[in-house]
């Protein structure tokens, strides 16, 4: 949406339908922007209700005249407060992203310890859902970056390879370090994606159809999925600290997701955040 027509003056005609159709990509840009500012507005104004609600169904449920279905509601009731508390922050998150506010606090970071407590992690959620889970390579290296945020794209991508795997499956968890570059690797034997839907998998609130996830994995399902946000954050801070997000996927076989970072001193920042796709 950036980039401008520029036709020859081949007649009037196609003067006119060039500054026609530049006219509607401005428009376009126009809301574009408008939508991103609403959307960021929005999820601004809902922290403070929601902090709120929070609060007084917390004091609800320490109350002793409470029944215990009063309190299975209250929990209910808490448990959607997160949700949406999730999503209001991971909306600001992808807004200040395309505000090209990166907000990354840059160190120099060993990854192999952050990797390590990620594999910790999995192994608890793994045991739970009934998968294995394989830390075959563990090599040391050290990036530029925000541990904080490192580890939280590393564990959306774990998350989301033992929710997408069916019990007696296996993810398997890498890291290879290169000359220059550095790879994490999550690879699982799950329901993976369909190739006509690997293009629009980053993509802001994407899901795959759920009747066939749900068919694919049969009882497994979770059917308080996310949002469908998790992989365009994922792909923001990977790009954001210089590297790539990809992923090589075959329906019922199973998916990989590889991050690529650049080593200490091999780092190109991005300048400024590109436009988001909505
Ligand atoms: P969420 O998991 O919250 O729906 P994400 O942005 O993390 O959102 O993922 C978007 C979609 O990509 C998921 O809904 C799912 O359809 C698909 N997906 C992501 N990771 C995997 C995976 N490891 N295996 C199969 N499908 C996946």
């Known amino acids: 949406?950036?980039?401008r027509l520029h036709l020859e003056s081949t007649g009037d005609e196609m003067a006119r339908l060039g500054a026609t159709l530049n006219a509607m990509i401005g428009r376009l840009e126009t809301s574009f922007g408008g939508l991103?500012?609403?959307?960021?507005?929005?999820?601004?104004?809902?922290?403070?209700?929601?902090?709120?609600?929070?609060?007084?169904?917390?004091r609800a449920m320490s109350s002793p005249q409470g029944s215990s279905e009063q309190l299975v509601a209250l929990e209910e009731a808490l448990q959607e407060i997160t949700r949406m508390a999730d999503l209001v922050d991971s909306l600001?998150?992808?807004?200040?992203?395309?505000?090209?506010?990166?907000?990354?606090?840059?160190?120099?970071?060993?990854l192999e310890p952050i990797v390590r407590d990620v594999y910790e992690t999995a192994v608890i959620l793994g045991e739970a859902a009934g998968l294995e889970i394989a830390m075959p390579v563990l090599e040391p290296a050290t990036v530029l970056g925000d541990a904080a945020r490192l580890r939280q794209l590393f564990l959306n991508l774990v998350t989301n390879a033992i929710k997408y795997t069916p019990t007696g499956g296996t993810v398997e968890l890498r890291l290879?370090?290169?000359?220059?570059?550095?790879?994490?690797?999550v690879r699982d034997t799950g329901?993976?994606?369909?190739?006509?839907?690997?293009p629009y998998i980053f993509d802001r609130f994407w899901r795959a159809d759920r009747a066939r996830s749900r068919r694919v994995l049969g009882e497994h399902v979770s059917e308080r999925g996310g949002f469908g946000l998790g992989l365009a954050i994922s792909q923001w801070i990977a790009q954001?600290?210089?590297?790539?997000?990809?992923v090589a996927s075959r329906l019922t076989r199973g998916s990989t997701f590889t991050v690529t970072l650049p080593l200490i001193g091999e780092q190109v920042l991005p300048v400024q955040a590109a436009p988001a796709a909505y």
């Open 1 to 3: 949406l950036h980039r």
């Open 36 to 58: 991103r500012r609403f959307t960021a507005d929005a999820s601004h104004e809902l922290k403070t209700p929601l902090t709120v609600l929070r609060a007084n169904v917390e």
């Open 92 to 110: 600001l998150t992808l807004a200040r992203f395309d505000e090209g506010r990166f907000d990354l606090h840059r160190e120099s970071i060993e």
């Open 176 to 185: 290879d370090a290169g000359e220059d570059t550095v790879a994490f690797t």
């Open 191 to 198: 329901i993976g994606i369909a190739a006509a839907d690997l």
């Open 240 to 246: 954001a600290h210089g590297g790539t997000l990809t």
